[in-house]
């Protein structure tokens, strides 16, 4: 009896190579997540805590004071 991750691990592998549009549909996946992830980060959510670590410090104190 083989492995069971063994057998898993094969039976993706498999898949994987034999697909044809599977690896275009990765792709588009690969290139949103991207997207997603690092393009969208630098222009919408930009680090709050810049400055000096006595910056970083004031910063949180006044967050965590007022509810």
Known sequence: M?????????????GFRQM??????WLIIAI???VMFAVLRLFFFQPVLKGTPEEKEIH???EL???
């Open 2 to 14: 083989r492995n069971p991750l063994k057998t898993i691990l094969h039976f993706y592998y498999d």
């Open 20 to 25: 044809t549009w599977g690896r275009t549909l």
């Open 32 to 34: 949103k997540l991207f």
């Open 60 to 62: 949180v104190a006044t």
């Open 65 to 67: 004071s007022n509810p």
